[in-house]
């Protein structure tokens, strides 16, 4: 086994996508199926032949692993925990019916969006991403949600916007059985820059899998931003601010050795607790080589255009 | 005393429970026990063998200096070389199947991250003791033996340090094992001073 995992070849279409998916879901076809990989360009609606350029034989993560190896400290820092205290969240979803994100700071249209109202501002998409966690192992999964663009295009940014703060709920008086303890500094915080945030591959994840979010997951809302490592990916989200100053993240507050603002998947960038040179995909016993941007150079690396990304990482 | 058959069943006892945490791993992977990422979690699982076996192994000597007639020193070396045959199994899964040998890599981490320099010395540590628990071993090295596998203070101190630099922001449960281990270090001067003055009463 000395040797590391071939680089990848050509998946077929039905790698790419999970046939029980395909025939469930009629409306298929409409969204936009994008993004599995290195090179290949965002995919357009209808356009089904880049699917096959995808140069990557990767397969979806099984939905049982997706939906029961998490990392949600509002619900404990085991990775089995969100799934077993997944009835507290669910719990919390029911008393704060219905859902709501406030949507605030510098935009001429702050307001309050129940679950319902953001999910009609855009077709619901089906995206296959893959998920790298800093802790050096990945997934690919198939989200359901809308792009985090239709929602900041409706609240107009003004021009004193920067950033975008992202808020996790947090209940002081009925506190998620993670929220307990003060592992992370409450309310749990991410942010992105502005360019960032309306990045056509950002998205504002409501399903998985075909179904609506599980708690583990971060029902009902939760961010997905692909090129970045998981974490970046704020769950149970209750509060989006566009800000003028660069938010700090509660990882940032907890380990600020560790883990920065940009946190962008990078292989050349090396953690002091892992390597991040390469990943264990779930469900795989060897390793493969972390992709610069997770494999989303094409795409967003232009933001980064003239950065020291080992200086910002 | 018990007679010799109950000591034999004792012993066996004793040390099949210990193989227990094995069988239990061989079940808990392919069943998702503890988790989707079955190299990390048995390497978790497998060093947290080897330190509780540690730790007990350590809580021996008091407990024969307070209860003597339970006879708790015949095991301790079996359960010393337990937690070495644990700790063996987590290096071997780290370098075989999680570095899959390539030496760069194994270098780099040793080098580059502490946690990892860490277990190494411990491990090593642990292989000298256990190299030297035979019989043959005791008789060669006679009163510099007892100096000697007091290594194993050392060898469980940076086997918890190891533990808790690996964790990623929970450092309950080796914060609780350190709390343990000290315990045991005083419990060794306290059970002394016990039995000496039990012995002059």
Redesign the interface.
């Given at each position: 086994?000395?040797?590391?995992m071939r680089p990848p070849r050509a998946p077929r279409e039905s790698e790419v996508t999970d046939p029980r998916l395909a025939l469930n879901r009629p409306a298929r076809r409409a969204f936009i199926r994008s993004v599995m990989g290195a090179g290949a360009a965002l995919a357009l609606p209808g356009c089904s032949r880049a699917a096959e350029d995808v140069p990557l034989a990767e397969q979806l993560t099984e939905r049982?692993?997706v939906t029961?190896?998490n990392n949600y400290?509002e619900l404990g820092?085991g990775?089995?925990d969100p799934k077993q205290n997944a009835g507290a969240l669910a719990k919390l979803i029911e008393r704060l019916d219905p859902w709501s994100v406030v949507v605030d700071g510098e935009v001429s249209r702050p307001g309050r969006f129940t679950l319902d109202e953001l999910v009609g501002l855009h077709a619901p998409e089906e995206r296959i991403y893959r998920m790298r966690c800093v802790?050096g192992?990945s997934m690919v999964i198939p989200w359901e949600g809308l792009p985090l663009k239709a929602l900041l295009d409706r609240v107009e940014p003004t021009s004193q916007a920067r950033f975008v703060r992202f808020e996790t709920v947090y209940e002081r008086d009925h506190p998620l059985p993670g929220q307990e303890r003060q592992?992370?500094d409450w309310p749990y915080v991410e942010g992105l820059r502005l360019d960032e945030a309306l990045h056509p591959l950002t998205l504002l994840a409501t399903g998985v899998y075909g179904d609506p979010l599980p708690p583990q997951n971060g029902a009902p809302l939760r961010l997905v931003v692909p090129w970045k490592y998981g974490f970046k990916g704020g769950k149970s989200l209750v509060r989006i601010s566009l800000v003028r100053e660069m938010p700090t993240s509660s990882w940032m507050v907890?380990?600020p050795r560790e883990y920065g603002f940009y946190a962008n998947v990078n292989p050349n960038v090396?953690h002091?607790?892992?390597?991040q040179a390469t990943e264990?995909r779930?469900?795989e016993?060897?390793?493969r080589d972390t992709l610069m941007f997770n494999g989303y150079a094409d795409e967003v690396a232009s933001l980064y255009r003239g950065m020291d990304l080992k200086k910002h990482f | 005393m018990a007679g010799r058959p109950a000591r034999r069943l004792a012993w066996w006892l004793v040390f099949l429970a210990q193989l227990a945490p094995l069988g239990y791993l061989i079940w808990a992977i392919p069943t998702?026990q503890?988790?989707?990422?079955?190299?990390?979690d048995s390497l978790r699982f497998l060093g947290q063998s080897a330190l509780y076996l540690l730790l007990i192994g350590l809580a021996i000597t008091p407990l024969q200096r307070l209860m003597p007639r339970l006879g708790l020193i015949d095991y301790r070396r079996m359960v010393g070389l337990y937690a070495f045959f644990y700790a063996t199994l987590h290096a071997a899964l780290w370098l075989?199947?999680d570095r899959?040998?390539?030496l760069a890599?194994i270098w780099?981490?040793m080098l580059?991250?502490?946690?990892i320099t860490f277990g190494v010395i411990a491990f090593l540590l642990l292989l000298t003791l256990a190299v030297t628990s035979t019989k043959g071993w005791m008789r060669h090295l006679g009163r510099r033996w007892r100096l000697l596998h007091r290594l194993v203070y050392p060898a469980t101190a940076l086997a918890v340090f190891h533990f808790f630099l690996?964790v990623?922001?929970?450092t309950r449960t080796p914060l609780i094992l350190a709390g343990v281990l000290i315990l045991l270090l005083l419990a060794r001067p306290l059970t002394r001073w016990w039995t000496g003055r039990r012995a002059r009463h």
């Open positions: 086994m000395p040797h590391r049982k692993a029961g190896y400290y820092t990775k089995t802790e192992w592992v992370l907890a380990v090396e002091p607790r892992w390597s264990r779930i469900g016993w060897g390793r | 998702h503890l988790g989707y990422e079955p190299v990390v075989i199947v899959q040998l390539e890599a780099e981490d580059e991250r502490e946690h690996s990623k922001l929970d």
